[in-house]
């Protein structure tokens, strides 16, 4: 119906008369027919009414309005001029019944063209809403026009924008809303308030719509708002309510094409009616919503298939379906949509399709929603006792008058299979119903009840515009009866073929009229793309393998490659052979990859996805659509073949697979992206093959944040294609400026128990679901947490993941599909950090097995330190009170659990957990979620039952509400989950589950605690270093002013262990408190070792115990030293005394005599006095000791328990001709090793005396160190031998003896041996002591210095100056080397540690990196020698020559040492100046030692020598003592800057007390131990852990192996070796052949970790292939046959391998496989 122009000039004019009829839609006036006569032509009024209701009767007030406005032409009507104008309505006449009166007509409007003003026009007819109120036989009404504003009534066409501003959407009209926005995570995604406004309706309505609730339409404002602000006085239809129709109509018109898409899906899935033709009241022209019905797929039965039980299934839109339209023609007083819902619902199961005015707000006047086309299908199930209709139908109602809507009409009869016309109106304009181009059958409905029902003008309509008698409906009083005959005539209509049609083809008859949604440039490019893909696809086998080659069976065929190198099954003798021989095969499919060019098909689709946002978008979904459409065309062939042979299990295997290949969908190109990408990848880096894919991840990274579901793992395959999932992350982070934070949501469960239904209707995605097949492998989707909720939820997506169903029909036939689905259960448990694990509660047979899958990934999980969260969905629940009933059940799931958990344990080497709850956060009650059935009845009729929206719904509120409030989600980004799946994926490809998984990111965790860890450690061990020796130098100086030494030094010894246990107790303390914080921190990383805190925890303790005994052992070490001294003291305090004494009395003697003596005379005297004292003393004599006869008592006392034989030896043994030769090895002193030597099958005697011969030499030269170190200490600090060195030298001697399991006669050799060395070096320093100490030399070098003293003190000659400089000289410079000495070495180990390159001395793994690769850089044969043969010593002089190394460039140790001189004599200063100035010379001195007795060591001899006749005034000597020290500062400053170069700082670090590579080695060195297999050192920090591991193994060839009976080098690497069914044997297993797959149960303290690549161990793989002959020759056997993969690796690969091991820690990944095979022979 189309609007004229307006009228130039404005004269005529229109009356708008406003009212409501008394039915349930408001009806167009009839024409009306002015009296006759008078030469008055009888002519007609067009009126045109705006409905605003609903379609249900209605009984309102009436008023009529007047007003100005253009309207439809119509033939004049006459007019009466006589009576003039008047502002009102009115109705001439009476009646019995009715009074006249004014009416109010509510919202509906008619228009009268021709009027003049002020003038009253008369009618005969009466419209149908006043004919009550008027007489009958007066049938007249009149009309006044007055002056208007021809403008005034443009409010129609502006209700559009006006609604949409009300409703806060004006803003998004014209498709703004995506459904992105609409499923970002937000405040309002769990809220349970109703709308509180206006502008919450629309959100409230889409969240409800997204989760398939079906009260989404049942909705109103919980506060009153008024929508609509007239200036009508006499309007009262303010409401704050809305229909909901006008709710829909504004979303659409809001919503982009996809959101349509969307909400369309949801409706249908609820049985709403969905809209066809959406009108738009601004623009008057109506839009075929084809794009937003495209993606519906429907499947129904009808009756004709019922026998076969076989079913129909397709897209809507696609299906030739009869349509029946409802419409009405002006009054009806019958209730039409409630009549629809009626007809498409069975008695006991009805369902509001359609909207009506009983509905919540249904009779609230529509705003913009008339002309609303709306459609739904009624499909049958193929049961004659449920189906209305045995055919399936399209049912389609138009909404408002369709005399209003000659378009909607037009397009209605050409579409229609029937038109059913509902009037009451049977006298008024019912010209529509004659559309010539009508192909529909007409049918008139009409009620019986109403009151302007007349028979008689039925019959008149009904011929007038032939209309069929049969097709005449008359409703009469029972309703049931009036649906039963609509629904005959329907079902009689249905099954004529002429009448069906496809809703696709309805856009060739909607156009030009009616606008098309798919008619936008966007749609039409991107169906243009897909169609130049699938426009080609003929046989999609065929396709596939022509333009998708490159992911189909080379692909399996590489996946099957890479599980083989992972298990290694029946490989031949050399595995590492046979690893390459897989490596070939590999590069030659990749080689085969790359030799196929880019497929047409991929190019295409390669441009489609670059397209813009929208058309890509489109490109896509059409894409979808298309190659569904093959899909299920081939799925229904092969299903009819299915019912042939199910029980041919060949057969169904067959079928399976060609189910597999003739399914096409956009996960397969992505998938040829992926391999494009994968092949392209294996090409060097700045090849051009290369550089032109590098822009594919981006665009599936956009598919992802577009919504997409992308494909994580192939599930075709069953493998994860690592390098294009890494990049398209890896590119997402960079889109999102690296706020990629996720949290991993998944579900678990049987397949077909609607786990995918489940996550769509919980955050309303678009997981595919019944489109041909369950879905395969694993999904992920990316959900958008708001910027409001990202603080709380701490991610910035939700990434949801969709895996394949347990149980899988296809793949029951195999033999792994349990394996398969362990799998896939461990991978995405590992992945995520809430876990729903899906339940049929009518299937326990099912829900055991699931369990059983997942409580062992549940407790690997928990090795890891990971507890997810875990939620059980029992899906099908009964009834509401299935929470309470199932109680009893529950109970008895938690025992299942319980019961599994310990079995897996047992399985899994895990006993210690029992309980489910220990490897999961699982409360019964609280996470259990019982969930009704999906559907409301019999599909595909059946809405989604409302119970199960809102169950779904309180799981989602849960789901948020426990992240909110959880601090263990450890909130990784998308790359951090990257390396997460790539080591999670590694894991479950080694064998059969039994193993333990330590991911990437446990790896940088527990580096990271490592680090921290070790400062801690580092710094209690400094701590307690330097108290060592304070505590040390206070031993030196006890006596030194005190006299009663012997007694007061044990009582001092034991307080100070007492003072050594608290002080070590306060440092634990402080470690362990750093550790508590450490785990309290809310960090992803702290969750990841939470396992390893009781570790640390006893490394602390150990550390604790490990610095008491060794700090107690050098406490009485000094002690005992110092009492030994003790007696050479004495002698020289009595030497000191009587010469003192004796010159006092000289000189007492001399002075008294009153003579001036000349100093001859003095000097004279002195020396009578002095030939004295020596003929006195020479009877002095120190002791002298027999250090052989020491030694061979406590080397005896040693040996004791021995036995005879030892002793008999020792009877024979002469120390002094022990130890000076070589020691040599014989072979009747020892036993197999039992480490050191390691696991031995036909060892060879040669080589075994070369092996406990280099452990003799090693031990040699512990103890040679050990002895230097002494005799150092000796001479430093004069001191005489002590017994206390023989006993640390054996005692270092059983140490390094405890690991190796030999004889008690090798054992007293090698002793005796060390002891004889021992014994010479010692009984020659003693000797020295006693000759340096002797006291007639003393006297005879002290004469000089006593005679000075003499003179100047007879002279009273003023000594400040002269003592000065001799206090400097003989006490306070050497004080100060000796502590510079002292503390030097921990300021260098300090420096190394924490300056420049510290983070070499970091961790265990940083250093390691650091010395293989200075290892590989020098390329020295007897290095790599010493390192695997001797690891412990080469590490030690390694860090060594680094510490010379680094303290020889520039000044670094000149500044250590003048930091530390710097230091202490700020220190002395300090001192000096703190003293009182008051007191004598002979008091400031032994104050000041005592001030500083713990820091400094003022030599005894030298200060005795000071104090002797000191004649000084203390004020003037201490002037005299800084300006000394001060000069001393600059000469030894001076002469640290001269002592340069490396020869001389070796000589210093020497003869450092504390040695810095020591040091540094006791916390890099660890707990010392070897793989039992291939000899490297284990990396876990601490001296004890529970296990051992090593991220570097390497070949067997290392630690000696060899094959019998070949004797050539074994290049197996144990990595391989305990993934592949390989045996060993040795003499832990009794020499029996043992699996090493079962390597734990012989070796259950080490954890090797299974490594199938071929990189892994590249770096030892290149350093045997360049020094095999040399190994060889060492280890005296035949070299290893080299695999050629390995003679083209280069130095460059090993540093790479080394870098990438070593920095990835590969270490954490450990395996425990279990299966048995072939043989192995070791060396």
């Given amino acids: ?54 379609d249900e009767p209605e009984k309102t007030e009436r008023n009529v309005k007047k007003r100005t406005d253009s309207g439809l032409s119509s033939e004049s009507i006459e007019r009466d001029e006589s009576i003039g104008s008047r502002p009102n309505f009115t109705g001439e006449g009476s009646s019995e019944e009715t009074e006249l009166k004014s009416i109010s007509t509510g919202s509906c409007s008619a228009v009268i063209t021709g009027l003049k003003p002020v003038t009253e026009f008369t009618y005969r007819n009466i419209h149908p809403c006043l004919r009550h109120y008027v007489s009958s036989a007066h049938p007249l009404c009149s009309c006044y026009t007055i002056l208007e504003s021809p403008h005034r009534g443009r409010h129609v066409a502006q209700d559009l924008p006006k609604l949409l501003s009300t409703l806060g959407l004006g803003d998004l009209h014209g498709g703004k809303l995506t459904l992105g926005s609409v499923l970002e995570i937000n405040s309002n995604t769990v809220s349970d308030k109703p709308a509180q406004s206006l502008e919450q309706l629309p959100w409230t309505f889409l969240r409800k719509l997204m989760m398939s609730n079906l009260n989404a339409r049942n909705m109103k404002c919980a506060t009153d708002q008024t929508m609509y602000n007239y200036s009508f006085t006499d309007a009262n239809d303010d409401s704050d309510a809305l229909n909901p129709l006008d709710l829909i109509t504004a979303l659409f018109h809001c919503s982009d094409p996809f959101l349509q898409q969307e909400m369309v899906s949801k409706m249908s899935m609820c049985q709403f009616a969905v809209p066809l033709l959406l009108p738009n009241c601004d623009t008057k022209q109506s839009i075929l919503m084809l794009w937003a019905l495209r993606d519906l797929v429907k499947r129904f039965r009808p009756h004709s298939l019922a026998g076969d039980k076989t079913f129909e299934e397709g897209r809507i839109v696609e299906m030739e379906v009869p349509m029946v339209s409802f419409v009405r023609l002006g009054e009806s007083s019958l209730p039409k949509s409630q009549t629809l819902n009626k007809l498409l619902s069975i ?53 408002g008058d369709g005399r209003l809507f000659q378009t909607q009409m037009s397009f209605l009869y050409k579409t229609s299979a029937a038109v059913f016309i509902f009037t009451d109106d049977l006298e008024g304009d019912l010209s529509t119903l004659n559309n010539r181009e009508s192909i529909a059958e007409l049918f008139l409905v009409t009620n019986s009840q109403s009151k302007t029902f007349n028979m008689e003008t039925l019959r008149d309509t009904c011929m007038k515009h032939q209309v069929k008698e049969t097709n005449v409906i008359i409703k009469k009083n029972n309703d049931a009866e009036f649906v039963r005959t609509l629904r005959s005539h329907v079902s009689g209509l249905i099954g004529k073929d002429e009448y069906k049609t496809k809703v696709e083809d309805m856009a060739a008859v909607a156009r030009p009229d009616i606008l098309v949604d798919e008619d936008c440039t966007e749609c039409i490019n991107g169906r243009r793309s897909a169609e130049g893909i699938t426009g080609n696809i003929k046989d999609v086998v065929k396709f596939k ?55 047409d098909a991929m190019t295409k689709f390669t441009a489609g996805i670059s397209e813009s946002g929208t058309q890509r978008l489109y490109f896509l979904k059409w894409l979808k659509i298309q190659l569904d459409t093959l899909s299920r065309h081939n799925l229904f062939t092969l299903r009819e073949q299915y019912k042939d042979c199910c029980r041919n299990k060949k057969l169904i295997a067959h079928l399976d697979e060609q189910i597999s290949n003739c399914s096409l969908g956009p996960e397969h190109f992505f998938r040829e992206l992926g391999q494009i990408y994968e092949c392209a990848c294996s090409l060097p880096e700045n090849n051009p093959a290369r550089q032109q894919v590098q822009h594919l991840p981006s665009l599936c990274a956009q598919m992802l944040l577009d919504g997409f579901p992308v494909e994580l793992v192939d599930g075709d395959a069953s493998n994860i294609p690592m390098k294009w999932i890494e990049e398209v992350l890896t590119q997402l982070h960079q889109m999102v400026d690296t706020k990629s934070k996720i949290l991993v949501l998944t579900v ?48 910035d997506f939700i990434m949801v993941i969709d895996t394949e169903g347990f149980k899988s029909p296809e793949l ?30 009518e299937n326990s047979t099912e829900m055991k097995d699931i369990l059983q899958i997942v409580v062992h990934a549940f407790l690997r999980m928990k090795e890891v330190g990971k507890k997810p969260r875990c939620l059980f969905v029992h899906q099908n629940a009964s009834d509401m009170s299935a929470h309470d009933s199932n109680m009893r059940d529950r109970k008895k799931l938690v025992e299942q659990l319980d019961e599994m958990t310990g079995m897996a344990s047992i399985m899994e080497r895990r006993e210690a957990n029992t309980k489910f709850t220990d490897v999961m956060d699982y409360d019964p009650d609280k996470d259990s979620y019982y969930i009704p059935v999906l559907w409301h009845g019999t599909p595909p009729m059946a809405p989604v039952n409302v119970g199960y929206s809102e169950a779904v719904y309180e799981l989602k509120k849960t789901l948020i509400a426990s992240i909110q409030t959880s601090d263990n989600i450890r909130n990784n980004n998308v790359t951090e989950f990257f390396k997460q799946t790539q080591d999670l994926w590694n894991a479950v490809k080694f064998e059969n589950f039994i193993f333990n998984i330590k991911n990437c990111l446990v790896a940088d ?46 009582t001092w010894l034991k307080d100070r262990k007492h003072e050594a246990s608290e002080q070590l107790h306060k440092e634990e303390q402080k470690i362990l408190s750093n550790l508590d914080e450490y785990f309290l921190k809310k960090d992803s990383k702290v969750s990841l070792v939470e396992k390893y805190k009781q570790d640390f925890r006893t490394r602390t303790n150990s550390l604790r115990q490990q610095l008491e005994n060794s700090i107690n052992f050098s ?63 020479s009877t002095v004599t120190l002791p002298e000791i027999d250090v052989y006869d020491n030694v061979h008592h406590l080397l005896r006392s040693n040996l004791y328990s021995k036995g005879g034989l030892v002793s008999e030896m020792l009877n024979t043994v002469d120390l002094r001709s022990s130890g000076q030769d070589t020691f040599n090895v014989k072979t009747d002193w020892f036993s197999y090793g039992k480490r050191s030597v390691g696991a031995v099958s036909n ?34 600090n004069n001191t005489d031998y002590h017994e206390m060195y023989i006993r640390d030298l054996l005692k270092a001697v059983d140490d390094q003896l405890k690991d190796h399991q030999i004889n008690d006669k090798y054992e007293a050799s090698l002793k005796v041996h060390v002891c004889g060395r021992a014994a010479m070096l010692f009984q020659a320093k003693h000797e020295e002591f006693n000759a340096r100490n002797d006291p007639q030399k003393r006297l005879l070098k002290s004469r000089s210095i006593f005679l000075e003293n003499f003179l100047e003190s007879f002279r009273e000659k003023d000594q400040c100056q002269k003592r000065a400089e001799q206090f400097t000289e003989t006490c306070v410079k050497p004080a100060v080397e000796h502590y510079v000495s002292k503390h030097l070495g921990q300021a260098i180990a300090d420096h190394m540690k924490m300056g420049d390159g510290g983070v070499t001395y970091s961790t265990r793994t940083h250093f390691l990196y650091t010395l293989l690769k200075q290892l590989l850089e020098e390329d020295s044969f007897q290095k790599y020698k010493e390192y695997t043969t001797s690891y412990g010593i080469f590490v030690k002089n390694w860090i060594n020559e680094q510490i010379i190394k680094k303290m020889s460039s520039g000044e670094q140790m000149q500044e250590l040492e003048r930091k530390l001189l710097h230091e202490i004599l700020k220190k002395i200063t300090a001192t000096i100046t703190s003293i009182s100035k008051d007191m004598d010379i002979k008091e400031f001195i032994p104050q000041f030692c005592s001030d500083l007795k713990d820091q400094l060591v003022l030599p005894r001899d030298a200060l005795n020598k000071f104090l002797f006749l000191i004649n000084a005034k203390t004020d003037q000597f201490v002037i005299n003592l800084i300006e000394f020290i001060l000069e001393m500062e600059s000469h030894l400053a001076q002469g640290y800057a001269n002592k340069t170069g490396i020869s001389h700082i070796t000589e210093i670090i020497t003869h450092l007390p504390s040695k810095p590579h020591e040091l540094l080695f006791s916390g890099l060195f660890g707990c010392g131990e070897q793989c039992p297999f291939c000899g490297t050192p284990c990396e876990a920090g601490g001296v004890k852990h529970e296990t051992h591991f090593s991220s570097m193994h390497r070949s067997e060839a290392f630690a000696m192996y060899r094959w019998n009976p070949s004797k050539k080098l074994v290049i197996d690497i144990c990595t391989t070796l305990v993934i592949s069914d390989k045996t060993f044997k040795n003499s832990k297993t009794n020499y029996e052949w043992h699996p090493f797959m079962k390597y734990r149960e012989i070796h259950p303290d080490w954890e090797i970790t299974g490594d199938q690549s071929m990189q892994a161990s590249d770096y030892w793989k290149y350093v045997l292939m360049k020094f095999n002959n040399e190994f060889a020759k060492a280890y005296r056997t035949l070299p290893a046959d080299i695999p050629e993969a390995w003679k083209t690796l280069t130095a460059e690969d090993a540093l790479r391998s080394l870098r990438e091991q070593i920095y990835k820690t590969n270490k954490s990944l450990v395996l425990r496989p279990q299966t048995t095979g072939n043989w192995c022979c070791l060396l």
């Fill in 1 to 54: 119906m189309s609007f004229p122009e307006e009228q130039p000039g404005g004269t005529d004019e229109q009356t708008w008369i406003k009212g409501a009829p008394d039915s349930e839609e408001l009806i167009h006036p009839e024409a009306m027919s002015l009296p006759s006569g008078g030469g008055v032509q009888e002519s007609a009024a067009c009126f045109q009414l705006r409905e605003e209701q609903t």
């Fill in 347 to 399: 008695p006991h199961q009805h369902n509001d399709t359609f909207i009506h005015r009983d509905m919540k707000c249904g009779d609230v006047p529509r705003r913009i929603s008339d002309g609303l086309v709306e459609i739904s299908w009624y499909l049958p199930c193929g049961s004659t006792n449920i189906d209305m209709f045995t055919q399936p139908v399209a049912i389609a109602n138009l909404r």
């Fill in 545 to 599: 393998e022509d333009q998708l080659s490159l992911h189909g069976e080379i692909w399996k065929q590489i996946s099957k490659i890479e599980n083989q190198n992972c298990r290694m099954r029946n490989a031949n003798k050399d595995i590492e052979i046979h690893k390459g021989s897989l490596n070939t095969e590999k590069e030659t499919l990749r080689l085969k990859q790359r030799q196929k060019a880019f497929s």
């Fill in 748 to 795: 678990l469960g049987v397949q077909s128990t609607g786990k995918s239904t489940l996550l769509n209707t919980m955050f309303g995605v678009q997981f595919a679901v019944s489109n041909g097949r369950c879905t395969r492998g694993a999904f992920m989707l990316l959900i958008k947490v708001s910027e409001e909720l990202r603080s709380e939820l701490k991610c």
């Fill in 812 to 841: 029951a036939t195999l033999d792994t599909s349990y394996e398969h689905d362990n799998e896939l259960a461990t991978l995405v448990i590992g992945l995520s950090d809430i876990t729903i694990i899906n339940i049929a509660m």
């Fill in 1005 to 1050: 965790a527990y580096t990271d605690l490592c680090t921290q860890y070790n400062i801690w450690e580092w710094s209690f061990q400094s701590e307690m270093d330097n108290w060592l020796i304070n505590r040390q130098t206070l031993i030196s100086n006890f006596g030194a002013t005190e006299k009663n030494v012997q007694n007061d030094l044990r």
């Fill in 1115 to 1177: 406490l009485e070490k000094a002690v005992e030293i110092r009492e030994g001294m003790e007696k050479v003291n004495k002698i020289k305090d009595r030497q000191t005394d009587t010469i003192e004494k004796k010159v006092l009395e000289l000189l007492k003697k001399c002075r008294q005599r009153n003579a001036d003596l000349s100093e001859d005379g003095l000097t004279t005297e002195f020396q009578k006095m002095w030939r004295g004292i020596t003929s006195e003393l």
């Fill in 1243 to 1276: 060892f060879s005697k040669n080589h075994l005396i070369t092996k406990i011969q280099e452990i003799c030499d090693n031990i040699i030269k512990h103890c040679d160190s050990l002895i230097s170190d002494d005799i150092s200490v000796m001479e430093r």
